[in-house]
């Protein structure tokens, strides 16, 4: 299922001219639209002309106007406009001119992934559309939420995932979704014509991903010992994951781990998740690997990590070599 609100309209054959994707959970937007492209299809199965344009490529009377460009053949037009929260309050009263005429065998889809639930009722025209029924939120799924998504992922392919499954594949993959799905259709392939999917089958599988030995690496960061550090790296290279990227990752992690040092104390754990934009399960993990560094060794690491990244731009040495030497450094302190 894409979003319960586009499957009723589709059910009743009631869609929108124009409809509101927003939230941050851009997968489910992505799949959202691709469920509506595909209903949008004609008898023949021919798909609808499809045009894309990001918001500052484009002024929103002239994105709208395209809409009345529809040939007259066919399975008529979609029109996708990205960012569409960008543009200022004046120029959103287009989108309330449109609806007044509609064009006919067109429909119209802003993606507005910066856009909060909140929001929507301090713009007029983001009301009227949330008054009108024509509002999608794609927000980010709680731990509890994940786990049953992912159960009916797992039913759309054929097979069953226990929560102790679900469960694990988040703890070794992460929670991004996309991720999980490819991660999901790997599993499924791998059990072969075994129906249920167990935490044993994830661990076997998951082992040898990108996804899953990129948090391996950087949970091991709090580590002591640099064993795990130097297996996981081993696992990435191995899986052909780039140096560039392994830097980024852990640096990403470091950085995540100042800004919660950083923090007030006393701050909430469900008020730091949003201001470190991590899903609120995930905070325990990280106060517990946060209160393993201090400040100033957290900052000597991700200088380490500029260091490195600089001899592997610069230096005809083996990459591997110096992403160890760095790694080798960046225990717990």
Not at 35 to 52: S, T
Not at 85 to 92: F, I, Q, S, V
Request: net charge positive; proline share 6%.
């Amino acid at each position: 299922m894409s979003h319960p609100v586009l499957e009723r309209h589709l059910q009743r054959q009631t869609l929108k001219p124009l409809y509101l994707f927003y939230g941050d959970e851009e997968f489910l937007m992505l799949r959202a639209l691709e469920r509506l492209e595909r209903a949008l299809a004609g008898p023949e199965g021919d798909a609808p002309v499809k045009v894309i344009l990001e918001a500052q490529e484009v002024a929103l009377p002239d994105f709208l106007a395209q809409a009345r460009l529809t040939p007259l053949w066919g399975a008529g037009q979609l029109l996708v406009l990205r960012r569409a929260e960008t543009y200022p309050a004046n120029a959103l009263k287009t989108i309330l001119q449109y609806l007044e005429h509609p064009a006919p065998r067109a429909w119209v889809v802003l993606l507005a992934p910066g856009l909060k639930a909140r929001d929507l009722g301090k713009n007029a025209v983001w009301k009227r559309l949330q008054e009108g029924d024509a509002t999608l939120g794609f927000l980010r799924l709680k731990e509890g939420e994940l786990q049953q998504w992912l159960a009916r992922e797992a039913q759309a392919l054929g097979k069953t995932l226990s929560l102790a499954a679900a469960r694990r594949l988040t703890e070794m993959v992460g929670d991004n979704l996309s991720e999980l799905a490819q991660e999901l259709e790997k599993l499924a392939l791998f059990a072969g014509k075994e129906k249920s999917l167990t935490p044993n089958l994830v661990s076997q599988l998951a082992s040898h991903s990108r996804t899953y030995n990129i948090f391996a690496l950087v949970d091991a960061l709090g580590d002591k010992g640099a064993q795990k550090r130097l297996s996981a790296l081993a696992n990435l290279l191995d899986l052909g994951e780039k140096p560039a990227r392994i830097l980024v990752m852990l640096a990403r992690q470091l950085r995540l781990l100042l800004r919660l040092k950083d923090s007030p104390p006393g701050t909430p754990p469900e008020a730091l998740a949003r201001s470190l934009e991590v899903p609120p399960w995930k905070m325990k993990e990280l106060s517990q690997q946060a209160a393993r560094f201090t400040v100033p060794t957290l900052q000597t690491h991700l200088w380490r990590l500029h260091q490195t990244d600089r001899q592997l731009k610069t230096s005809a040495g083996n990459p591997r070599l110096w992403l160890e030497w760095c790694l080798l450094q960046m225990g717990p302190g």
